[in-house]
């Protein structure tokens, strides 16, 4: 059997991360290598023999790179993504080298006791009622999963229901609320609960995408039964945050089940600046957000909220006579996740906290959402050049044109290399999406996005 030298195969990442991080600041865009290429350069057929560690990693180096986005670097503002910030990281090198099992405290203890703590201090940070549990999720697709099993269970032990034991064959309809806009993770987490995608009320919103508070009090005051309401904290195009004190009051009256969708919008209320648009989103039942776009983690962290523990548990625990029940009152991990045997991602998200402290998270996002301003300010003072949202938090959506000239310019600026941005269907218009949610982005690097945006415009406008 091939025995690493550990010290030289982990030296050898060591100095490669570092010069891939540095270089981040000024990495091209554009991968040199497309998907089909890098099928090629995967191909994988099983040997007999297997090949050295330090070959594999040089290898898996070599293949890699050209296909790689630079998602890491200060200009990328596609989706919603952070930059895996390198405290974070490195704490996540540690959760693999430790190869702890953290599904259960029994196995191990420090991954139990790191997410428990880091649990309190999310609660802390985004200011939610300190009952709540936190489960630690791949990302909010599966907060909001967790979140709404928790929703589905309650409504119906409410109307005598178990859907626990009884699943949902014959049991209460159960009307689900939600704005026209809600992201489509919170359409596959109804469609995963069978709760079914299309059966669903939608409710108007505005120019924004935020719930008209009228119409969702006209839809929840025509609903009987039992209720789940999904509101929205950071529309994904917009960045829009949907009224949440009226609708906390109106699903409280009707005995139902609130949930926000908070992806990235959630942790506008760890900062003085944006707090606001969040206000009342704490009456909420339970709430999703992701650590790997606005804390920064490495990829593979979301968090699901639910302010009702039993009601979590009862959704999520896994029962077996080998595994440890919660009856001594130390955390399961898995009782709060829809995964037994999983990673321990509470050690990134218990070292970003520590390191960041809460004065640089608020600071990071104030400064992302002026950055996000700055852009809008800038293109919008071009010609032919429409930002369609009010510019409310960190995210951006731009109009060149008509739908072609959209498309055309997104194309030219991915292949330009300066900067990443992608498009969206966006009330019938494409649009050319920004997001700022990567930690080091500076306003020196918005003008340097927008000169290549322009230079962009400039190229297609020409051609017509
Ligand atoms: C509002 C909203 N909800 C849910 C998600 C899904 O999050 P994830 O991709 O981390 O599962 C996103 C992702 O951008 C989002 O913006």
Known sequence: MDTPDLEALFAHIARYAAQRRTAD????????????????RFRLPVQDEGVPAKQVIRELIEFAEPGLAAITSPRFHGWVIG????????????TGIWGQNAGNHLATPSAAAAEEQAGVALLDLLDLPRESSV??????????FTCLAAARGDVLRRAGWDVEADGLFGAPPITVILGEEAHSTVFAAIKYLGLGAQRVVKVDVDHNGAMIPGAFLDAIERASGPIIVVAQAGQINTGAFDPFPA???????????LHVDGAFGLWARATT??????????????????????????????YAIVRHRGAHIRAMQIAASYLPGA???????????????????????????????????????TRHCACARRFAHNLGAEAGVKVLN????????????????????????????VTFVGGALWRGCWIMRISVSSETTTEADVDRSVEAMLEAWRAVRGQN
């Open 327 to 365: 009856g001594d009152g130390a955390r399961n991990p898995s009782d709060f996740v829809p995964e037994l045997s999983r990673r321990a991602r509470g050690f990134a998200t218990w070292a970003l906290i520590r390191h960041y402290g809460r004065r640089r998270i608020a600071e990071m996002i």
């Open 273 to 302: 600046t944006h707090r606001h648009l969040g206000e009342g989103l704490e009456l909420a039942d339970s709430w999703a957000v992701d650590g790997h776009k606005w804390l920064q983690t490495p990829y593979d962290c979301g």
């Open 83 to 94: 930059g895996s910030n390198a405290t974070g990281v490195a704490a996540d090198w540690l």
């Open 390 to 417: 009010d510019v409310v938090l960190n995210q951006v959506a731009v109009r060149f044109g008509d739908d072609e000239q959209t498309k055309a310019v997104i194309a030219r600026i991915q292949a330009g290399g």
């Open 135 to 144: 489960g630690f999720v791949t990302g909010a697709t599966m907060a909001n």
């Open 25 to 40: 600041a000024e990495r091209a865009h554009h991968p040199a290598a497309t998907y089909a290429e890098q099928l090629e």
């Open 247 to 257: 609708i906390a009051k109106a699903v409280k009256a009707k005995n139902g089940w």
